[in-house]
């Protein structure tokens, strides 16, 4: 070889070299246990350039997962000949990278097999396929996972009879899943889908659909939905939910729009009547309440007028036997008159129609109130109404005043009627906002099995219980006072060791209350005037009840038989205190009360108290009676003590 060629030869090496270092190659050659790598492939795995390495050193840079694959190729050229080329991975300071490598057997003179190998970096190859291969891995998932879920809407779709549309109104195309079409029993064009009103929508519905759909399109994109029936082509009618979205481009027109049309025939069936349910209840406690008034009405205008004689008849001499024959119909009467007045509160509990009405009012003169209605009846029976009030309950509170008494009544009266011996006790502690009401007595007591039926309506415990008048409905109403107060209410009770109800109320303090005269027994009645009195009364028996009530009092009473005539004596005469009847023929007694209400007016009069004596007593005609202009309102039958408190009450500024 020339020296020209030589350099020329040695110009190609050093090319080649410098091509094979900037593409990453690198060369080695195996000869028996012997590995004689490149100078490239020396620094890629940091070893000492231009001297052999150890073969078994060598095959510790080829990652562990490599090892068979790559040993078995290397057994296979040296055995067969020919040449292969195999992915692996190779380990440096750098960590693990991919090499695709190329082996050649070359056989020598001597017999013996030389591996000459061609490695290149494919690091950033075998991430990109990877990648690739991740994605592709990805993408199936995701097809599969797609049509998994599709699958699942396609079963949930009809198992709850829904269907769902979409509109496309710039392409002008229509698409439904099948659900949809058999929902609606039939197929539709995309003109048959954006004409609203539907084909489907039964002619009832066709205002109110189109009506909504217009009012939600005011803006550029609206979600709705609504109950609809359709009309199936066989003529069956179903209820329907629309959930319905439409969005709008930018000029205001529809773009596109989607639905779900789900089957609630079932379930708003269910609801219909169960509000026609409702609907005809509150009709029948609507007509039971109108009844019960009615007959409320009916009956104690007579029985005013009963009680009232029987009361009269007490002054007179009578027999012994004649005595306990009164007293027997006087105590009948008034069991009667506390059953209407029971059925009225029934009534409007159960049509939820009674109301609280919140007021500030001394909580020990309302007890003491509750306890002087009952020392009668309890002094009958020898026994003795025990008041027993906390500090810190001592003072004025806030709540219905009203619902309170009748609570505390209920419960007293109860302890009163069944007490044979010994006394009844009130007592009462504050804790917080809450007010503690304990009534224990000493009297027949309740049995277990029974504890809980007593505050049933038209229930009383049994045996223990019989030859007590009374129709089981007071602790009924009381429990649904205490609930209606937002209170609670139980029982401690002991067959012949007597019973303690416990009633807890939200009764907050407040600093001061209205003044409210404590009421004195007849016997120690503060002296009063004698007053002229107006009486509106149609009913020539409660004329003479009324007379009678006032005749040993002084009071000078003057009648008017209808509400004409109550107002022509008002505004010729000069009256302290107005009886006003409410049903009257002609001029009813509230016509009669505005009429007066007028007059002081129109004469500058000074109001006279008017108050309503009438035998309607819900809280509704007592409204209307304040609502007319009267003071007071005072139901029928009527006792001498309760006319005689009213007077007091609404006349105690008369001189």
Request: glycine fraction near 8%.
């Amino acid at each position: 070889m020339s020296k020209q060629d030589a350099v020329v030869r040695d110009w190609d090496v050093q090319r080649i070299v410098t091509l094979m270092r900037a593409a990453g190659l690198g060369t080695f050659s195996i000869d028996g246990d012997q590995v004689y790598p490149s100078d490239s492939v020396c620094r890629h795995f940091g070893l000492p350039e231009g001297q052999p390495v150890d073969r078994a050193v060598f095959r510790g840079f080829v990652h562990p997962d490599d090892h068979d694959h790559v040993h078995a190729a290397t057994e296979r050229l040296i055995r067969e000949g020919g040449s292969d080329t195999v992915d692996l991975r190779v380990g440096d300071a750098n960590g693990w990278r991919w090499t695709r490598t190329t082996v050649v057997a070359e056989t020598q003179g001597d017999g013996r097999v030389v591996l000459h190998g061609l490695e290149q970096d494919v690091t950033e190859l075998a991430k990109a396929r990877d990648a690739a291969l991740m994605a592709e891995q990805r993408v199936r998932g995701l097809m599969e996972e797609s049509r998994v879920s599709a699958r699942r809407l396609k079963l949930a779709l009809g198992v709850a009879q829904a269907g769902v549309f979409e509109i496309d109104f710039e392409r002008r195309r229509f698409w439904c899943s099948p659900e949809f079409n058999l929902l609606v029993g039939r197929r539709m064009t995309f003109e048959e889908a954006s004409a609203v009103p539907w084909a489907f929508l039964h002619p009832d519905d066709v205002p109110g659909v189109v009506g909504a759909i217009e009012q939600w399109g005011s803006g550029s994109m609206f979600n709705h939905s609504l109950d609809l029936r359709i009309v199936r082509p066989d003529g069956e009618v179903r209820w329907t939910r629309l959930y319905y979205e439409a969005r709008r481009n930018a000029r205001g027109a529809l773009r596109r729009s989607v639905g779900l049309l789900i089957d609630v025939d079932q379930r708003k069936r269910g609801e219909l009547a169960l509000a026609e349910a409702e609907r005809a209840a509150n009709a029948a406690n609507e007509t039971k309440s109108r009844f019960l008034a009615s007959m409320s009405h009916e009956i104690r205008t007579p029985m005013n007028g009963v009680l009232g004689v029987m009361h009269l008849l007490r002054a007179e001499p009578l027999s012994d036997g004649g005595r306990r024959m009164l007293d027997e119909a006087l105590q009948c009467g008034h069991m009667l008159s506390e059953l209407i007045n029971d059925l009225l509160d029934l009534s409007k509990i159960e049509a939820g129609k009674l109301k609280l009405n919140l007021s500030e009012f001394s909580l020990p003169q309302l007890l003491a109130d509750q306890r002087e209605l009952l020392l009668w009846r309890a002094d009958q029976k020898g026994l003795s109404i025990t008041l027993r009030i906390a500090a810190g309950a001592d003072g004025a509170v806030r709540g219905d005043r009203k619902r309170l008494a009748q609570i505390l009544l209920n419960l007293l009266g109860n302890a009163v009627k069944f007490t044979a011996a010994g006394g009844v006790t009130l007592e009462v502690e504050r804790e917080g906002e809450e007010l503690h009401f304990k009534v224990a007595d000493t009297g027949i007591g309740i049995g277990p099995d029974e504890l809980e039926r007593i505050f049933l309506p038209f229930i009383q415990a049994d045996d223990a219980t019989r030859g007590h008048h009374g129709t089981g409905l007071g602790l009924s109403i009381t429990k649904s006072l205490v609930e209606l107060m937002d209170g609670r209410l139980r029982v401690e009770s002991e067959l012949g060791r007597g019973s303690v109800f416990h009633v807890t109320l939200r009764l907050p303090a407040c600093s001061a209350a209205p003044d409210v005269p404590i009421e004195l027994p007849a016997a120690a009645e503060a002296p009063m005037r004698p007053l002229a009195i107006l009486l509106a009364e149609d009913n020539e028996v409660n004329v003479i009840v009324v007379d009678a009530l006032l005749s040993e009092t002084g009071h000078r009473l003057e009648v008017a038989d209808s509400g004409e005539r109550a107002v022509e004596k008002f505004a010729s005469g000069a009256y302290d205190l107005v009886l006003m009847d409410v049903e009257m023929p002609g001029m009813g007694g509230l016509a009669a009360t505005r009429a007066i209400r007028d007059i002081e007016l129109r004469e500058r009069r000074r109001p006279t108290p008017v108050l309503a004596l009438t035998a309607n007593a819900f809280e509704s005609d007592e409204r209307l009676s304040l609502e007319a202009g009267c003071n007071g309102h005072l139901t029928k039958p009527i006792s001498r003590e309760r006319l005689m408190q009213a007077i007091r009450e609404f006349c105690r500024t008369i001189a």
